[in-house]
């Protein structure tokens, strides 16, 4: 049985003319694929009905008739679409997916398209039994409780792209507090029936006097039995909203929290500076004591990373799940083996670098093997390329997994204006969607550099907790070694010491990795991610401390004057 996180979720959605699957047309459509909880890949295009487009839809959806007749031809969109339903063991995810589902399957058979055999995933009866006390679990209301912004609502691309942020949530939901691990278990759990489980009263009585004193800060609650084993620790933004929403009238989310809420007898909690602080701190204490309830997080998880092996003449790509001070380039932590071992093809097909498990002897030469014939290796085994032209090679996979565009995003320019020039406009629009493409996804491993070695830089943003005014975080190699909370300028200056001993005490790594910085780690790239639209990151290549001091004092001000933090002031390289 697949996990959850092995599955790539097809997110698709569809603006039509109509209500009517058998009637009515298809006239935008977007396919966001999600892999091991990130996005990895996305298609959206708009379609030409042949029909035309109510004035409510217009109105709705912003799509023009004009639009659509000038749009790719259903015979252009419907096979990329089907490509894409053909992954191995995709799964068809939709907010409400009985509609976008049955369009799709229609438009399909109606353009003489085979409609894949594949599973349908519904978010909107994933959040009904996940988070049964909501009001609303339409995408916008979704989006805005899990603090995704949407871009371009009521159009395909836009709500697909929300849709698979908000899948992502509820499958930590599920994985978290359903001990939902397979998608076998997934998709029968998103029909089954809605049960309602009562908060104890009783169990109130004996934690009401802590639950009037809870503060308003990030931190970490443990609740206890009555004869004081911690029965459950968890970590909150805000813990006085998080712990009461347990005792809450509405009822519980599963009947594993109702359990739980009714053998309760104490709650204590520690506060943090941060939320990331509690992040931590959370895991840790989990490890350490096993709470009952937290079945899930008592064991670590063996993540995998890409591995570059720089030191050796003619480097490798290959996939490991351990961290060794051999000279190695590592990539991750990556929470999919699947999303890896997609990541190393692409790279194989793209780079022209080593495949086989030969040793390459410098004085021996072997006739080259079929990926040398079909342009995917540069056969050194056979002296067909030098040791210098090869570390080049390796430098551009080193560049494209470190979010360096190498002139990519450039090259694909040169060839929409070529298509563009010669009146191919179809291909033009395809390379655009390309170049969209590649600069998210240069974009988002910029914001978190996915190199361990070079993951060295400084999170700036507004603070959460009362009476402070921005938060600090030093990053190292991946690891989190500093943090503080500023209330003044001055403080700034007090940094000066630590960033001397952190990054300037020419210890350029940070080995060994225990199963616990790894883990660590996961949880800091996550959190960062999720920061990324108002926070500075300040990178630490090729800077001297008093330059990472003054960029400092930039991003603070900023934050003291209430502007927007932008993450690439102090990025560049």
Not at 142 to 169: C, S, W
Not at 391 to 420: C, Q
Request: proline content about 4%; glycine content about 4%; aromatic content about 12%.
């Amino acid at each position: 049985m697949d996990s959850i996180w092995d599955i790539p979720y097809i997110v698709v959605d569809v603006e039509t003319t109509g209500s009517d699957s058998k009637k009515n047309r298809i006239i935008d459509i977007a396919c966001v694929i999600s892999l091991g909880g990130k996005i990895v890949n996305q298609y959206h295009s708009l379609v030409n009905p042949h029909q035309m487009i109510p004035e409510f839809i217009v109105d709705m959806t912003g799509i023009t008739n004009d639009m659509v007749y000038r749009a790719s031809e259903p015979e252009d969109v419907f096979p990329n679409v089907q490509r894409i339903l053909k992954k191995d063991k995709a799964i068809f995810t939709a907010h409400n997916a009985s509609f976008d589902y049955s369009f799709v399957k229609s438009n399909f058979e109606i353009n003489n398209f085979e409609f894949p055999d594949i599973p349908k995933l519904c978010t909107f009866k994933l959040a009904k039994r996940l988070l049964p006390n909501l009001q609303k679990r339409n995408v916008g209301f979704l989006a805005a409780y899990f603090g995704i912004p949407v871009k371009g609502r009521h159009r395909a691309y836009g709500d697909a792209q929300a849709t698979a942020y908000i899948l992502n949530n509820l499958l930590e939901i599920a994985y978290q507090e359903h001990n939902i691990n397979t998608i076998e278990e997934l998709l029968a759990f998103q029909n089954e029936p809605m049960h309602k489980f009562k908060a104890p009263v009783r169990s109130f009585k004996f934690v009401k006097e802590s639950l009037d004193i809870l503060p308003e800060e990030p931190g970490v609650y443990y609740f206890y039995d009555e004869d004081g084993n911690i029965l459950y620790i968890g970590k909150a933004k805000y813990l006085k909203d998080r712990v009461k929403s347990y005792f809450a009238l509405d009822s519980p989310n599963s009947k594993k929290i109702a359990e739980m809420i009714k053998r309760i007898r104490k709650v204590t909690w520690t506060c943090t500076d941060t939320e990331l602080a509690a992040l931590l701190l959370e895991t840790r204490e989990i490890k350490a004591h096993k709470p009952l309830y937290n079945t899930l997080d008592k064991v670590y998880r063996n993540y995998p990373f890409i591995k570059l092996t720089i030191n050796d003449d003619y480097p490798r790509i290959i996939l490991t799940h351990e961290i060794s001070d051999d000279g190695a380039e590592y990539f991750g932590p990556f929470r999919s083996i699947a999303l890896v071992e997609e990541t190393i093809q692409t790279i194989e097909k793209q780079f022209k670098i080593i495949k086989c498990d030969l040793n390459i002897n410098k004085n021996t030469k072997i006739d080259p093997c079929f990926f040398y014939h079909i342009k995917q290796c540069g056969a050194p085994c056979d002296a067909r390329v030098s040791q210098q032209d090869y570390a080049y090679e390796v430098s551009k996979v080193k560049n494209y997994l470190s979010g360096y565009p190498d002139g990519v995003i450039e090259k694909l320019k040169a060839k929409m204006k070529e298509f563009s020039d010669n009146m191919n406009f179809e291909q033009a629009a395809r390379v655009r969607d390309q170049i969209m493409e590649m600069r998210k996804v240069f974009e988002r491993q910029r914001i978190v550099p996915t190199s361990i070695n070079q993951n060295n830089l400084i999170l700036v943003l507004p603070a959460t907790v009362s009476g402070k005014i921005a938060e600090v975080f030093f990053i190292k190699s991946g690891k989190l070694k500093f943090q503080k909370t500023l209330a003044d300028l001055d403080i700034i200056e007090d940094t000066f010491e630590d960033l001397q001993k952190i990054y300037f005490n020419g210890n350029s790594s940070d080995f060994p990795y225990s199963q616990a910085d790894i883990k660590e780690m996961k949880i800091i790239t996550s959190w960062a991610f999720s920061v990324r639209d108002y926070a500075a990151f300040i990178y630490l290549e090729g800077k001297n401390s008093q330059e990472v001091i003054s960029e400092l004092s930039i991003a603070y001000s900023k934050i003291c004057n209430g502007e927007a933090l932008d993450d690439n002031v102090f990025g560049e390289e």
